[in-house]
């Protein structure tokens, strides 16, 4: 169906293939056009609760095309441009992302690294944003937005301003990433949390996601504002079929039948 990524689901789980290694998985606008396209389609089947992006060949994704760029064709998917560079950066997914970098992941490929809600790389994995050494931003993109909420300060800032790639083991102990293991764990380890995602009520799992968001620019637990969000997100969650069927599910011992509802 797709030339420039791969698809697979399997028991509620898709995940998506970034597949241009000759390119270093450079997002062409056809890349943007197809991944943009699927991810669609996930967010609103039931079926599929969760996504896993990972890559092939050694690079997650470089960012944006240079080719492209250089030529003036570069072009974001029709009827989409809303949604961003990428194919994705600004667009709001109601069900959860994950990333499984296998490799070096600058630029761009750190715009959809930080996009997703968890992520796990391969113990060789190198991460960056090269941008300013050629004269660009990290900006189009969102990548440093989202790092200055998602890492302390001044690790942002050597990011964004020295330049200089950091380690796997970098990554995950300042929080980029939630596990960095060995290339032949990558994908279990991926599975394993996108496993924990499937198990929950989808609803639960689609109002947490919600409520994270709008938490996430509330600075103080005396904030009235934060308040507000978790009191309607918790009303919203608690009036649900499934919100019933989880206690019912435990005293009775047996495993929950979500409905979605």
């Known amino acids: 169906m797709y030339e420039t990524i791969l698809t697979h689901s399997e028991g509620g789980i898709l995940t998506i293939t970034l597949n241009r290694p000759q390119a270093r998985n450079a997002m062409s606008s056809q890349m943007m056009e197809e991944f943009s396209t699927e991810l669609e389609r996930w967010d609103n089947d039931p079926a599929e609760r969760v996504c896993i992006i990972t890559n092939s060949g050694t690079c997650f994704c470089a960012g944006a095309d240079l080719k492209e760029l250089a030529t003036g064709t570069h072009h974001l998917p029709a009827g989409k441009e809303d949604w961003g560079l990428l194919g994705m950066s600004k667009h709001q997914?109601?069900?959860?992302?994950?990333?499984?970098?296998?490799?070096?992941?600058?630029?761009?490929?750190?715009?959809?690294?930080?996009?997703?809600?968890?992520?796990?790389?391969?113990?060789?994995?190198?991460?960056?944003?090269?941008?300013?050494?050629?004269?660009?931003?990290?900006?189009?993109?969102?990548?440093?937005?989202?790092?200055?909420?998602?890492?302390?300060?001044?690790?942002?800032?050597?990011?964004?301003?020295?330049?200089?790639?950091?380690?796997?083991?970098?990554?995950?102990?300042?929080?980029?990433?939630?596990?960095?293991?060995?290339?032949?764990?990558?994908?279990?380890?991926?599975?394993?949390?996108?496993?924990?995602?499937?198990?929950?009520?989808?609803l639960a799992i689609e109002y947490s996601k919600a409520a994270m968001k709008e938490a996430a620019a509330c600075d103080d637990l005396a904030d009235g504002q934060g308040w507000e969000i978790m009191d309607h997100y918790q009303t919203l969650v608690n009036a649900t079929e499934d919100a019933a069927e989880g206690p019912r599910a435990f005293a009775e011992k047996r495993p929950p039948v979500w409905k979605g509802r």
Not at 113 to 136: I, K, M, N, Q, Y
Not at 190 to 202: D, H, Q, Y
């Open 93 to 202: 997914f109601k069900k959860p992302l994950i990333a499984a970098v296998n490799g070096v992941c600058v630029g761009g490929g750190m715009g959809i690294l930080l996009a997703c809600d968890l992520a796990v790389c391969s113990d060789h994995s190198t991460f960056g944003l090269p941008e300013a050494r050629r004269g660009r931003a990290s900006t189009g993109d969102g990548a440093i937005l989202r790092l200055m909420q998602q890492v302390p300060h001044k690790f942002a800032a050597e990011l964004v301003l020295v330049g200089d790639n950091i380690t796997a083991e970098q990554a995950e102990r300042r929080g980029l990433v939630n596990y960095s293991v060995p290339e032949d764990e990558l994908m279990a380890t991926a599975r394993r949390l996108a496993a924990g995602i499937v198990a929950s009520a989808p």
